[in-house]
């Protein structure tokens, strides 16, 4: 079942002019529940609370990306390098096992 989701890009920082900073959104599908992968994220101690919804995102949207593109030169060399990435991250890698 795919999920799909909305994101909004907001810049908080603060403006010498005092106007709001730029934004952009935009949304996206993903077969996966990104709520609930992030709950495993974050019960692994990989991360913080904030840090873990960012990884699960970002990532994420990297790989929705490059399955899109796959046979695009510009991916040719992350590609298999992520693949070892998320093998290794669905094989359980926590912070003890990195360092």
Partial sequence: ??????IEVADTSPRADGAAGPSYGFTFDSHDDLNA????????????????????????LLGGVMLNHRGEPLFAELGPAFKQFMKTLKAGATQEAQA
């Fill in 1 to 6: 079942m795919p999920h799909s989701y909305a």
């Fill in 37 to 60: 992968i992030v709950e495993r994220v974050q019960r692994r101690g990989l991360f913080d609370e904030n840090e873990s919804k960012v990884f699960v995102t970002g990532l994420k």
